[in-house]
């Protein structure tokens, strides 16, 4: 069962105060050829030399200091170092369950093309936990299934299919390393949708594995994925680009077309993070910059024609303002989003 080689990819940027939780929730996996990667991004709150301290305890971790580039450089740092059959990410700030590898290892074949996903927890820093299980149903899905029933709901859908994080999975190494180069260490957002749909589309054996939350998400209000990102609506273009490359090198035909069309409307989706975005953490330019979105004559081709479902009550009032940027309609955005925030 635990004949391959597992290496598991944490990229660490000043997370001191979790690090240690995390890699001592991977130490006590019950898989025997296990590396872990400490990929320290230029971090400066000590997190290198605590990195480096929890490799003197044990010899399956192994550090890698590099200097600062952001999390897409550490973990394709982490890939360019890893010599296991398979790979898994965790988040530094981020923990597993202990039978994480050795259950979801046993659904392991040595295929140089498959991925294990399983679910995950969002635990917050106050609150209960919310288990979040995949949409696609528990199994395992062979290449034609793949084709049929998989790949064409990737994109296009107000909640994925199936999940497009790095993380929660094993993954066969070659999946990444053959598609790591549409990764760009400029994103921020959605970044690991740049290597796991070309992955996804490459696989040729998916298990999707029934309701088991291995993986703990943390949500911390305060870190950089909560907060305003000026760049966030540039981010999003590039991030479309990259969509609009993976399916012109992957797919064919009417499966292009197909997908093409599913990307639109991912776009769609996408903006409506945008909007939330400037509406939550911009109080001093929420407006112009809302307007200026909505407003865009490319954006209001894309929005015109593709239209999208959208079953969430705060998704309907973005995606309104996406349609039709009324003033008042923005303003009306903004208390809601502001109101939402203090009572989460």
């Not at 039978?99 to 927890?121: H, N, Q």
């Not at 949500?219 to 990259?242: F, P, T, W």
């Not at 776009?267 to 400037?278: I, W």
């Amino acid at each position: 069962m635990d004949g391959y080689k597992i290496s598991v990819i944490v990229p660490v940027y000043n997370a001191k105060q979790y690090l240690e939780r995390c890699v001592e929730s991977l130490l006590r996996q019950r898989w025997n050829r296990l590396e872990i990667l400490l990929v320290d991004d230029g971090s400066t709150d000590g997190s290198g030399q605590l990195c480096d301290s929890l490799a003197k305890r044990d010899g399956r971790i192994r550090t890698i200091h590099k200097e600062n580039g952001g999390l897409v450089s550490a973990w394709k740092r982490g890939m360019e170092e890893a010599s296991g059959e398979y790979v898994s990410f965790v988040d530094s700030d981020d923990w597993v369950d202990h039978e994480m590898l050795s259950e979801m290892g046993a659904f392991l074949t040595g295929s140089p093309k498959e991925i294990i996903a399983s679910d995950y927890v969002i635990e917050r820093e106050k609150g209960e936990p919310q288990y979040v299980w995949q949409q696609l149903a528990p199994g395992e899905y062979a290449q034609a299934r793949m084709k049929k029933e998989v790949i064409p709901q990737l994109l296009g859908n107000e909640n994925r299919y199936v999940c497009t994080s790095r993380c929660m999975k094993l993954i066969s190494r070659d999946l990444i390393l053959e598609n790591m180069h549409y990764s760009d260490p400029s994103i921020r957002f959605s970044e690991d949708m740049t290597v796991m749909l070309p992955a996804l589309m490459d696989c040729q054996r998916l298990v999707i594995m029934d309701h088991r939350a291995y993986y703990h998400y943390l949500y911390v209000e305060a870190s950089m994925v909560h907060k305003y990102d000026k760049g966030l609506y540039e981010n999003i273009q590039q991030v479309r680009e990259i969509m609009r490359r993976v399916i012109e090198d992957k797919l064919s035909g009417e499966e292009e077309a197909y997908m093409h069309g599913q990307a639109q409307k991912e776009y769609v989706y996408l903006l409506l993070l945008a909007l939330k975005n400037e509406a939550r953490g911009n109080p001093a330019g929420y407006r112009k910059n809302i307007a200026a979105i909505c407003r865009d004559p490319e954006v209001k081709r894309l929005v015109g024609e593709n239209p999208v479902q959208v079953e969430q009550l705060s998704n309907r009032l973005l995606y309104a303002v996406l349609r039709r940027p009324a003033g008042f309609m923005i303003r009306l955005l903004r208390l809601a989003m502001v109101m939402y925030r203090k009572m989460a």
